[in-house]
């Protein structure tokens, strides 16, 4: 029952380099989510996705990429890594509820710093 | 532009005590307001929702309640225990295709002994 899984769980780059973050669920969830998390800001949303082919920028795209090749799998890519972006990244996908509403299933996140 | 306002930042309750935890959103567009719970080393997964429709909503120790006119809601969190000791993140969105999820800043519960 593996839910959302992301690899790798840390990372350390040096500025510049580049680097892909893989997110893979087992849901069959339509949505997914990459968010990145920082002391006293919460969660932003970097780029989403509503289905295998198609994705769309969120509040903080900047300096992003992604990908959904496949409905199971979304990479999130970083092609100049900047400091700015030490964070932690975490996957989501969702499916909608009972309630009718969307119900996010949170990956355990990826611990990335930009030196 | 910050849609969610979560207060406060962090809490320190006694085991036993209330904790409170408030949150206030601009857009009246939102009609479903989620919490969610992350523990140290893990992603945030979902505690409690509520619709705007109904003004309290109870799930065992967890209550929200809900101040459409103020645009307010809260967590309480009965009889908090050293367990609960996490950061708490209130969420609102809006019925559609796509509901983008608008998180507030967060709160750091910490339950001490």
């Known amino acids: 029952n593996a839910g959302v899984t992301q690899t790798p769980k840390f990372r350390v780059l040096k500025t510049g380099q580049s680097m892909t973050l893989l997110c893979a669920q087992d849901m069959n969830h339509e949505y997914m989510y990459w968010y990145r998390q920082d002391p006293g800001m919460g969660l932003r949303l970097i780029h989403y996705?509503?289905?295998?082919?198609?994705?769309a920028k969120g509040e903080v795209p900047d300096g992003y990429n992604v990908s959904r090749l496949k409905k199971q799998n979304f990479l999130l890519g970083l092609e100049s890594a900047a400091p700015s972006q030490t964070s932690v990244y975490f996957c989501?996908?969702?499916?909608?509820?009972?309630?009718?509403?969307?119900?996010?299933?949170f990956g355990s996140g990826t611990q990335l710093s930009v030196l | 532009q910050q849609q969610v306002k979560q207060s406060p930042q962090s809490l320190i309750v006694q085991k036993g005590g209330i904790s409170i935890i408030n949150c206030a959103y601009e857009?009246?567009?939102?009609?479903?307001f989620p919490w969610y719970q992350q523990f140290p080393g893990k992603g945030p997964a979902l505690l409690i929702a509520i619709r705007p429709d109904v003004s309290e909503k109870k799930e065992g120790r967890f209550t929200i309640s809900f101040n459409k006119s103020a645009k307010q809601f809260s967590l309480h969190i009965m009889d908090s225990q050293p367990g609960d000791s996490a950061t708490y993140f209130c969420a609102a969105t809006q019925s559609g295709g796509y509901q983008k999820v608008t998180f507030g800043t967060g709160t750091k519960l910490q339950v001490i002994p």
């Open positions: 989501a996908s969702s499916h909608r509820g009972y309630d009718g509403n969307e119900k996010l299933f």
């Open positions: 996705s509503v289905g295998e082919g198609t994705t």
């Open positions: 857009n009246t567009a939102f009609d479903y």
